[in-house]
């Protein structure tokens, strides 16, 4: 089965033709990146406006690199929740029209869930039940995936998620947006010890944090500096902040394999890609002994590819869209956006 997939959730617009939930065929992104850039984040208004230019060029392109004509795919998925409400309608609503100008079933796809589904691009074995460390711009979170459409929450952030953490302190050390890969660069050589920041601990709740703390910290030091007309080991402090939230996300994730014992363990989200949560990781399961699998670097962040591949699951458990079918700015992961009302 070949779906065609639609992401527009942030700022980039991305289509993607996928097999069987497991092969990718095409992987199209237009990243608006630069334009957001000049004013140091996603403008949302921008962001939907540029997805709407470029979502039919995208979509082109996907299918001319699958080798396909529209009306060849079998269906079309589109990321219908969560996001930037604006940017999500984009390509929620051209899928689900394409989709039904050409007689196709429409799949509606929640976001995070792809995210996860990436996996299964790289892992032709990777099967559920498996704990997911989800850590993205938007969201970060715990949670035991039972089956391919049935997630249980475990725990997660009480504030903000750590992609959120990444960026703002990166505007704090003036290196801009998007800040996660440039705070992940900074570290290189730096010295985890060289500041000392806190690590979040939510009473009785062993799998929950928080990065607001920590955020805080960050930016209290950088100001004091400024003030003191002191100079900031701007090297130190990114590996030092680097390494919070690292000792903040992989004890969560350890305690959450001894309260499961589930011993296949996924991470997802476009901080996967971060070196240091990267190496950590891959430290602890060797450990606790649980196999580990991290996406590949170019499909931790956002990409239509890992829609079209949670989208296929979503089809074989019969949860399509129909002609009303709604975008949403929030969805829990454990809703069926198919089904979602308000
Ligand atoms: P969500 O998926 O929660 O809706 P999003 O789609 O904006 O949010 P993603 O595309 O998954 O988020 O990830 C983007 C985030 O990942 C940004 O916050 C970015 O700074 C962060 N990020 C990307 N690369 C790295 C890295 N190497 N180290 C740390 N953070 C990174
Ligand atoms: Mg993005
Ligand atoms: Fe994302």
Not at 36 to 56: D, F, K, N, Q, T
Not at 124 to 144: E, M, N, Q, R
Request: aromatic letters at 6%.
């Amino acid at each position: 089965m070949k779906i065609l997939a639609i992401e527009s959730s942030c700022d980039e617009t991305a289509a993607a033709v996928i097999e069987d939930g497991r092969k990718i065929l095409s992987n199209i992104i237009d990243s608006q990146v630069e334009t957001h850039a000049l004013y140091g984040g996603v403008v949302p208004e921008i962001a939907s406006r540029r997805h709407m230019e470029a979502v039919v060029r995208v979509t082109e392109c996907a299918l001319e690199q699958a080798g396909m004509q529209a009306d060849e795919v079998d269906a079309v998925a589109a990321t219908c929740a969560p996001g930037l409400i604006g940017a999500v309608l984009v390509g929620a609503n051209f899928g689900k029209s394409l989709a039904f100008s050409l007689g196709k079933p429409f799949i509606p796809v929640h976001h995070i869930r792809g995210h996860i589904a990436a996996n299964y691009l790289e892992f032709p074995d990777l099967k559920p039940p498996f704990l997911t460390l989800v850590a993205s711009g938007g969201h970060s979170l715990i949670v035991l995936v039972r089956d391919y459409t049935d997630f249980e929450i475990l725990g997660g952030t009480r504030d903000d998620a750590a992609g959120e953490a990444f960026d703002k302190v990166a505007r704090v050390l003036g290196v801009g947006y998007p800040g996660g890969p440039k705070i992940d660069k900074m570290a290189v050589g730096g010295d985890p010890n060289a500041y000392k920041l806190p690590v979040s601990h939510v009473k009785d709740a062993p799998m929950d944090f928080s990065f607001s703390g920590l955020k805080t910290a960050v930016i209290n030091l950088a100001h004091n500096a400024e003030q003191k007309g002191e100079t900031i080991d701007k090297s130190g402090l990114a590996a030092s902040f680097c390494r919070a939230v690292v000792d903040t996300l992989v004890p969560r994730l350890a305690h959450a394999i001894d309260e499961t014992g589930v011993k296949d363990v996924v991470c997802a989200g476009g901080v996967a890609a971060n070196s240091w949560l990267r190496q950590a990781l891959t430290d602890m399961a060797k450990s606790k002994r649980v196999q580990l699998y991290l996406p590949p670097l170019s499909l931790c962040g956002d990409n239509a590819a890992m829609i079209g591949a949670q989208a296929y699951y979503e089809f074989l458990a019969g949860h399509l869209g129909t002609t009303a079918q709604n975008a949403f700015a929030t969805a829990e992961i454990s809703e069926e956006v198919c089904r979602k009302i308000r």
